[in-house]
């Protein structure tokens, strides 16, 4: 018998989501997440993959992936730490490190993977972590695990992060900074010169996710190497899924740093590793963005080309600094209705409302890929300078 408790439980939680207008419906895609894709019979131009340079679909990942399957198989078999580790793990870990511009790097099966595992690896309930209160889910959920003092600093501010580190160190044994490399609701980046004074000046641990900023700042290498601070950040994570294309995350460092994480971060001790043919394409896709600007050259080119586009229609973008490009609408049904009718008008783009964003902040996000051609983002500017006037945005 179905346990009476859970079943009004989430009734009547999917009721208050759906009265709310908070429910998410999920549309499956009939193809490939490519720049244009097929979605209930029809085809879409794509403004809402992390696809940034557009690896994804790219032939030479497809190529090298179907080899591995072949040599490997499908499945790694076990954890890393029994033999589910593979010469191309090594391999991969080996580029990620060099890429980085750290002495090593340790893969894990996703992003969110990383911040499960890495955080709560080094923090403990003796210690304390500043937050950037705009941080990533899968941020926040590491620092809960390590069961360590969560102290959120405003977005971006520096005073305040400056005074909360001053009280910090008196308090707590080890304090971490951690933030987002870019964030990825308005696309702006973090103060990362700054937040490194103020670590080296209170002897914190640095900590950036930079899922958003790999392959698309730092002629890819990421925010990091963007602001010339490869060697003054302790922990630098990354996704496989976002630029790379594939799936899974890493983190790079110190030697020290990453034998610990060998020994002591639980997703690397019991879950099943990456599977040959993701290692594979991600080698790839690493050697690419070693060996050509191409791909980068051609996703800058397109976020100008779509943002200063949505600007000369008089649209808001917000602060971004990078390929996200937000149209801020403002209020959360409005924000609604124009994504639905872009969608109606051959354009993918998700509306992202409170709680997500701020109230009265709503926007449409929208992820200028390199694969996007000059015709699509054309076609793209002009449904959005119809539903413009259309909706009085
Ligand atoms: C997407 C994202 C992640 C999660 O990465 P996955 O590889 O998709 O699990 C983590 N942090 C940030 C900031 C992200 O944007």
Redesign the pocket.
């Known amino acids: 018998m179905p346990s009476t408790k859970l079943t009004s439980f989430l009734n009547s939680g999917l009721n208050e989501l759906k009265d709310k207008g908070l429910y998410n419906v999920i549309h499956p895609l009939e193809g490939a997440n490519g720049p244009k894709i097929q979605l209930e019979g029809k085809e879409l131009i794509n403004l809402s993959s992390?696809n940034y340079l557009g690896l994804a679909t790219d032939e030479r990942l497809k190529e090298v992936a179907k080899d591995a399957v072949t040599k490997y198989g499908v499945g790694s078999g076990a954890v890393r730490t029994i033999n589910g580790t593979l010469q191309l793990h090594v391999e991969l870990e080996e580029k990620l490190a060099k890429f980085k511009h750290t002495e090593a790097a340790i893969a894990y099966q996703?992003?969110?993977?990383?911040?499960m595992a890495a955080i709560s690896a080094v923090m403990n309930k003796n210690d304390a972590i500043l937050s950037d209160e705009l941080?990533?889910?899968?941020?926040i959920d590491g620092c809960r695990l390590s069961k360590a003092k969560i102290i959120r600093y405003n977005h971006s501010d520096m005073e305040d992060l400056r005074q909360k580190a001053s009280e910090a160190v008196k308090e707590y044994e080890k304090v971490m900074v951690i933030t987002?490399?870019?964030?990825?609701m308005d696309g702006d980046v973090a103060k990362l010169p700054e937040i490194v004074d103020i670590a080296e000046e209170f002897d914190l641990i640095t900590y950036v996710?930079?899922?958003?900023g790999s392959g698309v700042l730092g002629e890819g290498k990421g925010t990091v190497k963007h602001f010339g601070l490869s060697d003054r950040v302790d922990m630098q994570?990354g996704?496989?899924?976002?630029a790379i294309g594939v799936?899974?995350?890493y983190v790079a460092g110190s030697q020290e740093l990453i034998d610990w994480l060998k020994v002591q971060s639980r997703p690397f001790l019991f879950s099943t590793s990456l599977t040959p043919a993701d290692i594979r394409a991600s080698i790839e896709a690493i050697d690419i963005l070693s060996e050509s600007k191409e791909l980068q050259e051609r996703l800058w080119e397109n976020t100008k080309y779509l943002q200063e586009g949505l600007k000369k229609l008089g649209f808001s973008v917000g602060d971004t600094e990078t390929p996200i490009t937000p149209v801020i609408i403002g209020d959360e049904q409005k924000t609604q209705q124009f994504s639905k009718r872009l969608m109606e008008e051959g354009v993918y783009a998700k509306s992202i409302v409170f709680p997500t964003v701020p109230r009265g902040t709503g926007r449409v996000r929208n992820m200028p890929t390199a694969a996007h051609t000059k015709e699509m983002l054309d076609e793209a500017l002009s449904v959005y300078e119809k539903l413009g006037k259309e909706l009085n945005v």
């Not at 941080?135 to 941020?139: E, F, K, P």
């Open positions: 992390n996703s992003g969110f993977n990383c911040n941080n990533h889910a899968s941020i987002d490399g870019v964030f990825s996710d930079d899922a958003h994570m996704t496989l899924s976002k799936v899974g995350g």
